[in-house]
C-alpha cells in the first residue's frame, strides 16, 4: 500500500497520513455484494471520476465534472444502463445526482462494478457527505463535508480505495 491509498480502518479512511471519520454501509463490509443490500464492497476499487453541484460549491478539483439538473444513476438491474451515469427522462429505478439535500453536492465516484456492470452486483460506490456520523450509507463511504472537500482536492483518477 501506498501513503496514496485510501485505506478503511476500523477508525475512519485513512488518507495522506491523516484519518478521516466516516459512515460505510448499513450492511457493514461484504465480499458479494448484491443489490440493495446497503453493504460495502470488500476490495481494491479507483477513483475514477469527481461531480461536483456547481450551484452549491466551487470546483473542487480541474477535473471535476458539475451535476446538471436531470442528471441520474441507474440501479435497475434489469436494463442495459445498469450502473451508469444516465439524464432523465429515464423509465428505470434510478438515483438523483442532483438532490435537494447536500448529500451529493461533493461526490467522488469508484469502479465498483464499473464500466462493465454485472447485474445485481451493486450500483454505484460513491465517496460522499454524511447525513451525519455514525448514520450508515446505502454501500457508500461518506464523510463531513470539510473532509470530503480535503479529499476531493487530493485525490486523483486512479486513487485506490481499499476496503480490507
Known amino acids: 500500500m501506498s501513503p496514496a ?6 477508525t475512519g479512511l ?10 460505510i454501509g448499513r450492511g457493514g463490509i461484504r465480499s458479494d455484494k448484491q443489490e440493495g443490500d446497503g453493504a460495502t464492497p470488500r476490495g481494491s476499487h479507483q477513483i475514477v471520476g469527481l461531480l461536483f453541484r456547481p450551484d452549491r460549491m466551487p470546483r473542487p478539483a480541474p477535473w471535476a465534472i458539475p451535476i446538471r ?5 441507474s440501479d435497475a438491474a ?10 432523465a427522462p429515464y423509465p428505470h429505478s ?11 453536492d461533493l461526490v467522488l465516484l469508484t ?17 460522499h457527505q454524511y447525513r451525519r456520523q455514525g448514520f450508515p450509507t446505502e454501500g457508500c463511504i461518506a464523510f463531513r463535508r ?15 480505495v481499499i476496503v480490507p
Open 146 to 160: 470539510d473532509h470530503l472537500l480535503w479529499i476531493a482536492s487530493r485525490a486523483v483518477p486512479g486513487t485506490r
Open 78 to 87: 434489469d436494463d442495459t444502463a445498469y450502473n451508469q451515469w444516465v439524464r
Open 111 to 127: 469502479n465498483w462494478n464499473w464500466p462493465d456492470s454485472r447485474p445485481g452486483a451493486g450500483s454505484a460506490i460513491f465517496l
Open 5 to 10: 491509498d485510501m485505506v478503511l480502518t476500523p
Open 69 to 73: 439538473n436531470g442528471d441520474l444513476w
Open 14 to 23: 485513512r488518507f495522506m497520513g491523516r484519518i478521516f471519520p466516516c459512515t
Open 94 to 104: 434510478h438515483e438523483r445526482l442532483r438532490r435537494a439535500d447536500p448529500l451529493y
